[in-house]
């Protein structure tokens, strides 16, 4: 490919933010797809000038970074606040790109006056969350990106091995604890060592109210809990989501999703699909945690930016992927006008 050297890149990056600026004000992208699906079409129109160049239109979906063009890959992020602050990619980085050897960052800002900009990776990354999978959080404009604290390059922190990436994590992440917290979630050393935060709950002695707002919550953003009683792993995202958001510790997927005492609380039938009946009950209990969820949590667990407004729309287009037996659209929200 023709285009490899960086300055006529960040050329290309500098036009195509500015003409994303210039159409968000026009009219805001209102979803990061639509936004990064914009970016894909204008870099290919801003490189059609050399034939060697090419932009897959049609990616897979788990990629990364989000655009390929040769040597060069960029990672697409949108927020719908006035903010420039995002989550960003797995540590682990399994999905790469191989011909990739600079990745750039492209941002848009939708809320407050509309913008879009641009920075290289690895200066946009500012933190790694450890709730979900461990993430890097980006930021454009910092002046204190993560790798110049943690002492290594991230070209050189993301070859490798994820053990050794992970004692650079822990290092980092015992530098922010507070005087009696420990990482027991992260921690290296022997299993009677362990310790769990003093705030920790058990999901059995929460009050019913907190149980059924948790139990909507992790049902939104976990999608996978609608798969066949059969399918392993399928409760493991809305545990760990109680556990590393709220501290709570629920011994049995079960307690949560399809156990008779919340599938048929009244105990006045038997038979149907559990997991079905039990979303049913909390249908407005959803569209709440709907409305009031952070982005933030969305971009984790979904990889995508969703207004609130259509989140149960979307909730019902991934629960359809994942359910083998049922159709959730089919059955669950049918009093809403978003599907």
């Known amino acids: 490919m023709a285009l490899v050297i960086i300055s006529e890149f960040e050329f290309v990056l500098n036009t195509c933010c500015q003409l994303l600026t210039d159409e968000a004000r026009f009219a805001k992208f209102q979803t990061s797809h639509e936004f990064e699906v914009r970016t894909r079409h204008v870099l290919k129109e801003l490189t059609s000038y050399d034939p060697s160049i090419e932009i897959d239109l049609d990616p897979p979906a788990q990629a990364f970074p989000d655009i390929a063009i040769g040597v060069f890959g960029v990672e697409v992020k949108f927020t719908l606040e006035d903010k420039w602050r995002s989550v960003g990619n797995s540590i682990l980085e399994?999905?790469?790109?191989?011909?990739?050897?600079?990745?750039?960052?492209?941002?848009?800002?939708?809320?407050?006056?509309?913008?879009?900009?641009?920075?290289?990776?690895?200066?946009?990354?500012?933190?790694?969350?450890?709730?979900?999978?461990?993430?890097?959080e980006v930021e454009m404009n910092t002046d204190n990106p993560l790798f110049?604290?943690?002492?290594?390059?991230?070209?050189?922190?993301?070859?490798?091995?994820?053990?050794?990436?992970?004692?650079?994590?822990?290092?980092?992440?015992?530098?922010?604890?507070?005087?009696?917290?420990?990482?027991?979630?992260l921690s290296d050393i022997d299993e009677d060592e362990h310790s769990i935060p003093i705030q920790a709950r058990l999901y059995t002695s929460l009050p019913i109210d907190e149980k059924i707002r948790l139990r909507a919550e992790a049902t939104l953003l976990c999608p996978s809990v609608v798969r066949s009683g059969r399918s392993k792993h399928k409760y493991d995202d809305a545990v760990l989501y109680l556990l590393t958001y709220h501290g709570v510790i629920c011994h049995q997927a079960r307690d949560l999703f399809s156990a008779g005492s919340v599938a048929n609380p009244k105990n006045d039938d038997k038979g149907g699909i559990y997991i079905q009946r039990a979303i049913k009950l909390i249908e407005n209990d959803m569209r709440i945690a709907a409305k009031q969820m952070r982005s933030e949590l969305f971009l984790e667990y979904w990889d995508e930016d969703v207004p609130p407004d259509a989140r149960i729309s979307r909730w019902l287009e991934l629960a359809d992927e994942q359910a083998q037996d049922w159709k959730p659209s089919e059955c669950l929200f049918l009093d809403d006008n978003e599907h």
């Open 94 to 136: 399994t999905q790469r790109v191989k011909s990739v050897s600079q990745i750039y960052l492209i941002f848009g800002k939708m809320g407050g006056v509309p913008e879009v900009k641009w920075c290289k990776y690895e200066d946009s990354i500012v933190h790694v969350r450890t709730s979900h999978v461990p993430r890097f």
């Open 148 to 185: 110049r604290r943690i002492g290594i390059e991230y070209n050189d922190f993301r070859e490798l091995p994820m053990h050794e990436k992970m004692k650079y994590i822990r290092d980092y992440a015992r530098n922010r604890l507070k005087p009696g917290e420990r990482l027991w979630w």
